[in-house]
């Protein structure tokens, strides 16, 4: 089943496994309440197609208004398909009186009827402790590592662009074998980020900024600022698995000397953006988890297993 947040990936993972997908009417009132209608489902084994991209908020209730709409439609079983997983970022307080936004959206969606979920990179592993329900946590980064080794240069540099994606980075310097250097930032607030130092060595060599994730593209705009003060070869390649773009993501990437970005399509992107933005799906991975989980067989063997 596609929901509205993404339908041309669900409509991929759909060919790949030869069927086709079951699209929701999903009715918008003058409020904006949503009511969607699903057709005949019992008995079914359902896995909805819903990334959780901007705007969450309608997306995440979209995903649980369509998960009961299925339940009480007779679904034998239902499965979340959400690529991108939105409110991962909240997954501790920082301070007294915040809100653990991970632990709500998981508790609804298991509340609402979902009895198993699929993510692809989230930005934080404790999901699957959080979650009440079983959680598959793909990774897309094998198959972005290996339309990188194509055409980055073996003398590159991998750069995590903050203290939180070292390990990410690592599995990237695994896969092309290069070395790893990490930029050291403060966030100032959710749009502004200052890197202060970058601990490795850069200079005259052609650089790979990776991230789980671009959201405002501050963080990357400030290691971009970082390494090439550091003189790294001009023309910086930025990766990303979920490639968000919101606010003034596009300008600021589009100023930056990032010569290329590649992104999955776990979120949908724009034709326009007017970044130099390629896109590598996630399709082929969805579709070969999903049938493994259809043909109950274990997952294990996925070539981008988390």
């Known amino acids: 089943m596609a929901g509205t947040a993404n339908h041309a990936l669900a409509g991929s993972v759909a060919g790949i496994l030869g069927i086709a997908p079951v699209s929701a009417a999903v009715e918008r009132f003058p409020d904006g309440e949503l009511r969607p209608v699903v057709g005949g489902m ?26 009961d709409a299925c339940r009480r439609a007779g679904a034998a079983q239902i499965t979340a398909v959400m690529p991108y997983f939105g409110y991962a970022r909240q997954d501790r307080r920082g301070r007294s009186g915040q809100a653990i ?33 079983p959680v598959e946590m793909l990774t897309a980064v094998p198959s972005l590592a290996r339309v990188l ?35 050291r930032k403060t966030r100032l607030s959710g ?3 200052v890197a202060e130092e970058l601990v490795g060595d850069v200079r005259d060599r052609p650089v790979v900024i ?11 705009e400030a290691a971009a600022e970082v390494v090439a003060g550091h003189g790294a070869a001009p023309e910086i390649v930025v990766v990303a ?4 773009f919101v606010a003034s993501a596009a300008e ?3 100023r930056a000397m990032i010569r290329r970005i590649l992104v999955t399509d776990t979120v949908a992107q724009r034709p326009d953006s007017g970044m130099p933005l390629d896109v590598c799906s996630v399709a ?23």
């Open 191 to 193: 749009t502004r980020v």
């Open 241 to 244: 698995t979920h490639g968000l």
């Open 101 to 133: 936004g991970i632990r709500v959206v998981a508790d609804a969606l298991a509340s609402a009827g979902m009895r198993r979920l699929i993510v692809t990179d989230p930005h934080t592993t404790a999901l699957e402790a959080i979650c009440a329900v």
């Open 284 to 306: 082929p991975l969805l579709a070969d988890a999903i049938g493994r989980l259809y043909r109950n067989e274990p997952l294990d063997q996925l070539p981008a297993r988390a």
């Open 252 to 254: 600021r990437l589009s």
């Open 42 to 67: 019992r008995g079914a084994d359902v896995y909805l197609v819903q990334p959780t991209s901007p705007p969450v908020n309608e997306h995440v209730m979209e995903s649980l208004l369509l998960i």
């Open 210 to 220: 990776v991230d789980d994730m671009i959201s405002t593209g501050g963080t990357i």
């Open 149 to 183: 080794g194509e055409q980055v240069p073996d003398e590159a540099v991998v750069v995590a662009p903050d203290l939180g994606a070292v390990k990410l980075a690592e599995h990237y310097g695994a896969l092309l074998s290069c070395p790893v250097a990490v930029v």
